[in-house]
């Protein structure tokens, strides 16, 4: 027998091998979505901060995303979100409180503020796909209307003594931001009483030369119109309430304009001209004449907002303004819109403008493109035809590309 073949001869051969590994047990790979390795809220919110994002988007079965020059970017570094993360960023956001009305209702406004840094407005609902969470990055600097590079006639505006002022827009085109500049002008060359009515508190005031109270539903009021009936018991010269939202804010809004107030709010329309149809559309027909009355006779102008992508990768706002002069009153309340846009177009010594102008004048300085200038337009064929008539260098090489 061989000796390689012999018990000793085997053991010899093999004693310097390792026995073969046993196989791994089964275990449970932990997801790429692990809670443990997720970038927190407050760790998102810089990164959006740092790529100068407005918005950030979280939902359950997607990647964040934010929203940056107005387009939604994903989050690089952000795994996709699972139901155990997204409770995970509610019990970071949220008290025990906030998370019961959130499960009862499935939807909660409220505002996040990391100090020193900046403040977020938070809207938390629920979709098909899953809990959600949107969150809107508010500076803690509030920028002046010079600053904002708005129309001048702002300052003007809000400076009345009293009446109603609308700022209208889609969402987020910066009425928010626009009426926190409004607000700054008066706080630093005014000596009043600022009440804002906020649903949640977005720019935080501090008193200067105004005394300004900021409430915000859910914190200091139980509800929004519990705050409005109380506002002019508190001895307001300047009221913010937000959204005209419903009947009761337009009624309250139209009241404390008539008796010495000045009153702030916003709507979501895209000219000027429409904001007194969508108030007046509040009303059924039987009513219209007589609020139509109340509305022009109470109205002070109406700042239509756009906000634009730049050509150095910033954002812009762009104007409809209507100033509510004698002949323009007496426009509205002939329901005559061709003549009230007309003189909005002609009467610029007042301040007065249509978006087009706003438009034109952007394009000229070579801040926007004429793609973005044409989007943004509710009259694209009429912006065509000043652009191929204008007399500029940059009138004319608008008008090269309009000829290719």
């Not at 809000?158 to 889609?170: D, E, H, R």
């Not at 109380?230 to 010269?237: G, H, I, Q």
């Not at 969508?278 to 109470?298: C, G």
């Not at 438009?359 to 044409?374: F, N, S």
Request: hydrophobic share 40%.
């Amino acid at each position: 027998m061989n000796i390689t073949d012999s018990p000793s001869g085997l053991r010899s051969r093999y004693k310097n091998r390792n026995p073969p590994a046993p196989p791994p047990k089964a275990q449970a790979t932990p997801p790429h979505s692990d809670v443990s390795h997720t970038p927190s809220i407050k760790q998102m919110v810089k990164e959006a901060h740092s790529h100068q994002a407005s918005d950030i988007h979280i939902r359950v079965g997607q990647v964040p995303r934010f929203r940056i020059r107005g387009e939604m970017v994903v989050a690089k570094t952000c795994p996709k979100v699972t139901p155990e993360i997204f409770e995970a960023y509610l019990d970071e956001i949220l008290s025990p409180a906030q998370r019961q009305t959130f499960a009862e209702t499935k939807e909660l406004d409220t505002a996040l503020y990391y100090p020193g840094f900046l403040r977020c407005r938070v809207n938390c609902f629920d979709s098909l796909s899953g809990g959600a969470i949107v969150l809107r990055l508010i500076s803690l600097d509030i920028p002046s209307i010079d600053q904002l590079e708005l129309p001048p006639v702002l300052k003007d505006i809000v400076s009345k003594n009293q009446g109603l002022i609308l700022v209208t827009g889609p969402t987020g085109s910066g009425k928010s931001t626009t009426l926190a500049a409004m607000i700054r002008h008066l706080n630093e060359t005014a000596h009043k009483h600022i009440v804002t009515i906020e649903d949640p508190i977005e720019f935080v005031h501090r008193s200067h030369k105004c005394l300004i109270s900021q409430r915000e539903v859910g914190l200091h009021t139980h509800e929004f119109h519990h705050a409005l009936r109380a506002v002019l018991r508190e001895d307001p010269d300047i009221i913010l309430i937000g959204e005209m939202r419903d009947r009761i804010t337009v009624n309250t809004a139209l009241q404390a304009a008539q008796t010495g107030h000045l009153v702030l709010g916003t709507l979501h329309t895209r000219n000027a001209i429409n904001a007194v149809n969508r108030l007046l559309n509040l009303y059924t027909p039987e009513e219209q004449p007589v609020m139509r009355i109340q509305i022009v006779e109470s109205l002070v102008a109406i700042i239509a907002q756009l906000l634009l992508p730049t050509t150095d990768k910033k954002r812009t706002a762009v104007h409809d303004i209507l100033i509510n002069t004698p002949a323009m009153q007496d426009y509205l309340l002939k329901g005559d819109e061709d003549e009230a846009f007309r003189l909005m177009e002609t009467n610029t010594t007042e301040g007065m403008q249509v978006m087009n102008q706003a438009l034109y004048a952007q394009l000229l300085t070579g801040k926007i493109t004429i793609e973005e200038a044409l989007k943004a337009s509710t009259d694209p064929h009429q912006l065509e035809r000043q652009i191929r008539t204008g007399g500029t260098d940059a009138g004319a090489s608008a008008r090269e590309w309009m000829m290719r």
